[in-house]
Protein backbone atom coordinates (compact mmCIF):
# COMPACT_ATOMS: atom_id res chain seq x y z
CA UNK A 1 0.00 0.00 0.00
CA UNK A 2 2.91 2.30 0.98
CA UNK A 3 4.69 1.84 -2.12
CA UNK A 4 1.58 2.37 -4.18
CA UNK A 5 0.98 5.49 -2.43
CA UNK A 6 4.45 6.72 -3.07
CA UNK A 7 4.38 6.07 -6.51
CA UNK A 8 0.93 8.13 -6.62
CA UNK A 9 2.50 11.06 -5.26
CA UNK A 10 5.15 11.01 -7.04
CA UNK A 11 3.31 10.92 -10.27
CA UNK A 12 0.44 13.84 -8.70
CA UNK A 13 3.12 16.11 -7.26
CA UNK A 14 4.94 16.95 -10.03
CA UNK A 15 1.71 17.78 -11.65
CA UNK A 16 0.48 19.97 -9.63
CA UNK A 17 3.96 21.31 -9.89
CA UNK A 18 2.96 22.38 -13.68
CA UNK A 19 -0.52 23.12 -13.00
CA UNK A 20 1.20 25.59 -10.30
CA UNK A 21 3.48 27.36 -12.99
CA UNK A 22 0.68 27.30 -15.47
CA UNK A 23 -1.80 28.63 -13.78
CA UNK A 24 -3.02 32.06 -15.08
CA UNK A 25 -5.60 32.42 -12.16
CA UNK A 26 -2.70 34.73 -9.96
CA UNK A 27 0.66 34.43 -8.76
CA UNK A 28 -0.49 33.81 -4.95
CA UNK A 29 -3.06 30.99 -5.90
CA UNK A 30 -0.15 29.39 -7.93
CA UNK A 31 2.19 29.78 -5.25
CA UNK A 32 -0.05 28.37 -2.75
CA UNK A 33 -0.68 25.84 -5.18
CA UNK A 34 3.15 25.00 -5.89
CA UNK A 35 4.12 25.16 -2.30
CA UNK A 36 1.22 22.74 -1.28
CA UNK A 37 3.24 19.98 -4.06
CA UNK A 38 6.36 20.69 -2.37
CA UNK A 39 4.82 19.89 1.38
CA UNK A 40 3.02 17.04 -0.36
CA UNK A 41 6.25 15.40 -1.62
CA UNK A 42 8.47 16.46 1.74
CA UNK A 43 5.88 14.75 4.06
CA UNK A 44 5.89 11.75 1.91
CA UNK A 45 9.40 12.01 1.43
CA UNK A 46 10.60 12.06 5.31
CA UNK A 47 7.70 9.13 5.94
CA UNK A 48 9.67 6.83 3.40
CA UNK A 49 12.90 7.73 4.62
CA UNK A 50 12.17 7.27 8.21
CA UNK A 51 10.22 4.14 8.04
CA UNK A 52 14.17 2.78 5.81
CA UNK A 53 15.85 3.56 8.98
CA UNK A 54 13.57 2.05 10.98
CA UNK A 55 12.05 4.46 12.73
CA UNK A 56 8.48 3.85 12.75
CA UNK A 57 6.98 6.14 15.48
CA UNK A 58 8.70 9.15 13.32
CA UNK A 59 6.88 7.38 10.36
CA UNK A 60 3.89 7.28 11.48
CA UNK A 61 4.19 10.88 12.43
CA UNK A 62 5.03 11.92 8.76
CA UNK A 63 2.60 9.94 7.23
CA UNK A 64 0.12 11.54 9.19
CA UNK A 65 1.21 14.95 7.70
CA UNK A 66 1.35 13.62 3.97
CA UNK A 67 -2.56 11.94 4.26
CA UNK A 68 -3.36 15.46 5.58
CA UNK A 69 -1.78 17.32 3.23
CA UNK A 70 -3.52 14.25 0.14
CA UNK A 71 -6.38 15.30 1.34
CA UNK A 72 -5.71 19.04 0.61
CA UNK A 73 -7.18 18.42 -2.78
CA UNK A 74 -10.51 17.35 -1.78
CA UNK A 75 -10.47 19.96 1.12
CA UNK A 76 -9.94 22.61 -1.37
CA UNK A 77 -13.14 21.78 -3.65
CA UNK A 78 -15.13 21.68 -0.15
CA UNK A 79 -14.50 24.86 1.12
CA UNK A 80 -14.17 26.76 -2.45
CA UNK A 81 -17.49 25.50 -2.87
CA UNK A 82 -18.88 26.57 0.46
CA UNK A 83 -17.39 29.75 0.12
CA UNK A 84 -18.81 30.46 -3.40
CA UNK A 85 -22.01 29.31 -2.22
CA UNK A 86 -21.93 31.94 0.58
CA UNK A 87 -21.10 34.75 -2.22
CA UNK A 88 -18.03 34.99 -0.08
CA UNK A 89 -15.37 37.11 -2.53
CA UNK A 90 -14.70 37.13 -5.80
CA UNK A 91 -13.58 33.87 -7.28
CA UNK A 92 -9.91 34.36 -8.14
CA UNK A 93 -9.29 35.96 -4.58
CA UNK A 94 -11.59 32.78 -2.91
CA UNK A 95 -9.15 30.36 -4.59
CA UNK A 96 -6.10 31.95 -3.60
CA UNK A 97 -7.22 31.96 -0.55
CA UNK A 98 -7.82 28.52 -0.57
CA UNK A 99 -5.00 27.41 -2.51
CA UNK A 100 -3.09 28.45 0.82
CA UNK A 101 -5.81 27.85 3.51
CA UNK A 102 -6.62 24.07 2.00
CA UNK A 103 -3.62 22.61 3.39
CA UNK A 104 -1.84 24.75 5.75
CA UNK A 105 -4.85 25.01 8.40
CA UNK A 106 -5.28 21.55 8.74
CA UNK A 107 -1.40 20.63 8.33
CA UNK A 108 -1.34 23.30 11.57
CA UNK A 109 -3.76 21.94 13.68
CA UNK A 110 -2.43 18.38 12.72
CA UNK A 111 0.76 19.66 14.39
CA UNK A 112 -0.86 21.04 17.28
CA UNK A 113 -2.24 17.14 17.31
CA UNK A 114 0.81 15.76 17.50
CA UNK A 115 2.89 17.55 19.66
CA UNK A 116 0.15 17.90 22.43
CA UNK A 117 0.39 13.83 22.17
CA UNK A 118 4.10 14.15 22.59
CA UNK A 119 4.28 16.53 25.44
CA UNK A 120 1.51 14.71 27.11
CA UNK A 121 3.67 11.55 26.96
CA UNK A 122 6.47 13.11 27.88
CA UNK A 123 4.69 14.48 31.11
CA UNK A 124 3.68 11.05 32.09
CA UNK A 125 7.10 9.98 31.54
CA UNK A 126 8.31 12.37 33.70
CA UNK A 127 6.03 11.95 36.42
CA UNK A 128 6.89 8.40 36.65
CA UNK A 129 10.09 8.43 37.42
CA UNK A 130 12.35 9.82 40.11
CA UNK A 131 14.41 12.38 39.82
CA UNK A 132 17.81 10.81 39.24
CA UNK A 133 16.23 8.60 36.47
CA UNK A 134 15.52 11.84 34.60
CA UNK A 135 17.77 12.90 31.95
CA UNK A 136 19.37 15.91 32.49
CA UNK A 137 17.86 18.12 29.13
CA UNK A 138 14.49 17.31 30.88
CA UNK A 139 15.25 18.84 34.39
CA UNK A 140 16.65 22.11 32.80
Known sequence: MGKIYL?????????????????????????GLFSLALVWMTTSLVAYISIRKGLTSIHREWMV?????????????????LLAGWGVGP????????SWACWAVPLFGTEVVLQTRKFNKLRLAVGKRTPSSVPEFIEN
Open 91 to 98: QDLRLALM
Open 7 to 31: ICIAIAAPVAIYMAITSQVNFVYAA
Open 65 to 81: RSYVVTFAFATFRLFDD
